[in-house]
């Protein structure tokens, strides 16, 4: 038997025996992470017992005892003739994640050796991989990396039993040779290599082996939310000395398999191999993508979906004043995180959630409801379908919410109304009982006397604009600013928060008009309620008195032209 030519092969050389003690190491988020102690160095036991010399066996013994090394070295330990390579130190994690290298001590003959050191490969993957799985399933890695690293965990299971499997033979027959073990190991050391080239591209992109230089995520530099929120908490901002610029997660890791993926089209073991991973890996960010395009919300505690979420925009202050600018940025997408299957599609899954999240605040229809039968991974042909019939619900949605509910139509024929002057039998009334205070210089002007004739006038039966419903939401304003400087700044406009007024362009100061008058300063204004201020907003609004402002100002010349004799 094997067993018995390498004991009868090692003679009585053990003085005393080792009693390693194994602890267990203190609590960390990565819930895959391995709780036993490393094991020290053989180099570091004191008085460790030596095996025959390799050169004083023959080569069936030496045989026997570099296959059971193997086996050892193969689940990420030493073994009697085969130590860590001078300069691993497994307490690093450095070094842990670039996997140990393996020397055997001398007199093994060379046929052996050289087929042990190819073997030995493997060994150095499945250790790194062990060490991966520790780190990367930390809980700031995300979901994705969470998903991949229990995927990478099963294959790492079945190395494990694969090989048991290979001891049970070693140990039951006398025929199992380096060669069988080399034959038996080829197809596992192929995939361990896939597996151990994918964590060591996420690794580097981590910053955690290779100090990559890549350019500033503007995405984590412009997320003050997150950065206070840890400053809040008394924490660092990241494990170790790791920055929150370097962190692969979500998409990008997604990203990473599916670049692996496409590279090795040609290798059909790699590529179900990869399949699988992209699979496993992509279910969380699935989910992720449904509730978001279903029901309009976020579900994403450690940043790494592409839609992100601005919190510091509450929604009490977006019930307010809905600018189209500000409800742009609220939810925007992260350009660089985006994987590359929803790259194509990435404004349709903005759209689609910011549409629900319109619908649910104004309770237009019921977006908590399940949606049954939906893709839950990337390479589902229904993918896209899913993406594209959610965005045309959506839209449709919003749209009748917006058309009946709302009246938008209804909304726009009043802005007709009182900005284009259609009909204006009511604001010539209006002018002439008015004229007493229009005629006046705008600091004299009484303008809730204005008002009060405004409403008085648009109450009046008989009129189009006295059917009007939204007649309460129009106001008489002044504005001292001269209407060209007016229509200068309307040009201008790219977004304005709430509260925030007209700003001077070049931060020029406001030039008003020093004879201004109530006839050269009147302007109506107009409340829009959400979720039609989505459409007519603030600053659409602005450029409609702009408008009011030249056609009343073409009306008076007209109006002095024709009272001349």
């Known amino acids: 038997m094997a067993a018995e030519r390498l004991q009868a092969g090692r003679g009585s050389r053990y003085a005393a025996p080792w009693n390693p003690e194994v602890t267990l190491r203190p609590h960390t988020t990565a819930p895959l992470a391995s709780r036993v102690s490393i094991p020290p160095l053989a180099s570091t036991v004191p008085n460790a017992p030596q095996p025959t010399p390799l050169a004083?066996?023959?080569?069936?013994?030496?045989?026997?005892?570099?296959?059971?090394?193997?086996?050892?070295?193969?689940?990420?330990?030493?073994?009697?003739?085969?130590?860590?390579?001078?300069?691993?130190?497994?307490t690093e994690e450095r070094d842990r994640l670039s996997g140990p290298g393996f020397r055997i001590l001398p007199g093994l003959d060379p046929s052996l050796h050289d087929l042990a050191i190819s073997m030995l490969?493997?060994?150095?993957?499945?250790?790194?991989?062990?060490?991966?799985?520790?780190?990367?399933?930390?809980e700031e890695f995300g979901a994705v990396n969470h998903a991949l690293c229990a995927a990478v965990r099963k294959y790492l299971q079945d190395y494990i039993v694969m090989i048991a499997e290979l001891?049970?033979?070693?140990?039951?027959s006398d025929t199992f040779t380096v060669h069988v073990l080399n034959i038996h190991t080829l197809p596992t050391s192929h995939l361990m290599l896939q597996l151990y080239s994918l964590a060591q591209k996420l690794l580097q992109k981590n910053g955690l082996l290779d100090d990559e230089s890549d350019d500033e995520d503007d995405d984590d530099v412009e997320d003050y939310d997150k950065v206070i929120e840890r400053l809040t908490e008394g924490g660092d901002l990241m494990p170790g000395n790791m920055s929150a610029k370097k962190l692969c997660k979500g998409g990008v890791v997604l990203g990473l398999v599916t670049q692996r993926l496409e590279s090795m089209a040609g290798d059909p073991a790699a590529r179900t191999l990869l399949t699988s991973l992209l699979r496993d890996a992509s279910k969380p960010y699935m989910s992720m993508l449904n509730e978001w395009l279903h029901h309009g919300a976020i579900r994403?505690?450690?940043?790494?979906?592409?839609?992100?979420?601005?919190?510091?925009?509450?929604?009490?202050?977006?019930?307010?004043?809905?600018?189209d600018e500000y409800w742009e940025r609220?939810?925007?997408?992260?350009?660089?995180?985006?994987?590359?299957?929803?790259?194509?599609?990435?404004?349709?899954?903005?759209?689609?959630?910011?549409y629900l999240n319109v619908v649910r605040e104004c309770g237009g229809v019921d977006v908590s409801k399940v949606v049954p039968d939906v893709p839950t991974t990337f390479d589902d042909s229904r993918f896209l379908e899913n993406v594209?019939?959610?965005?045309?619900?959506?839209?449709?949605?919003?749209?009748?919410?917006?058309?009946?509910?709302?009246a938008l139509p209804a909304r726009l024929r009043s802005l007709k109304h009182y900005f284009f002057l259609n009909p204006s039998d009511y604001f010539s009334h209006f002018?002439?009982?008015?004229?007493?205070?229009?005629?006046?210089?705008?600091?004299?002007?009484?303008?809730?006397?204005?008002?009060?004739?405004?409403?008085?006038?648009?109450?009046?039966?008989?009129?189009v604009v006295s059917l009007d419903p939204f007649k309460e939401d129009v106001k008489v304003e002044m504005n001292e600013v001269t209407l060209i400087k007016s229509l200068q700044r309307v040009v201008n406009i790219t977004g304005i928060e709430q509260g925030e007024a007209l700003q001077p362009l070049s931060n020029q100061p406001?030039?008003?008009?020093?004879?201004?008058?109530?006839?050269?300063?009147?302007?109506?204004?107009?409340?829009?309620?959400?979720?039609v201020s989505l459409v007519v907003s603030r600053k659409t609004i602005w450029r409609y008195q702009a408008l009011f402002r030249y056609l009343f100002s073409l009306r008076r010349e007209l109006g002095a032209q024709e009272l001349q004799p």
């Open 121 to 138: 490969k493997m060994a150095t993957y499945y250790s790194a991989l062990e060490a991966f799985v520790d780190v990367q399933s930390r």
């Open 300 to 323: 994403d505690p450690h940043s790494e979906f592409l839609i992100k979420e601005q919190k510091s925009i509450k929604r009490e202050r977006l019930e307010q004043d809905y600018t």
């Open 167 to 172: 001891e049970t033979q070693f140990l039951t």
């Open 431 to 463: 002018m002439e009982l008015g004229n007493p205070e229009l005629k006046k210089p705008i600091k004299s002007v009484n303008t809730g006397k204005l008002q009060y004739l405004l409403d008085l006038i648009l109450r009046q039966p008989g009129s």
């Open 56 to 90: 004083e066996l023959s080569l069936d013994v030496q045989e026997a005892a570099i296959v059971e090394d193997l086996l050892f070295a193969f689940m990420g330990y030493e073994g009697q003739y085969i130590r860590f390579a001078k300069g691993y130190d497994p």
């Open 330 to 354: 609220r939810y925007t997408i992260r350009d660089k995180d985006v994987p590359p299957q929803l790259e194509g599609v990435k404004e349709k899954v903005l759209l689609a959630g910011k």
């Open 388 to 406: 594209n019939n959610a965005y045309a619900h959506a839209n449709e949605s919003l749209m009748q919410l917006l058309v009946t509910t709302h």
């Open 510 to 531: 406001v030039e008003t008009d020093k004879n201004a008058t109530g006839y050269t300063s009147l302007q109506f204004d107009y409340a829009v309620p959400f979720p």
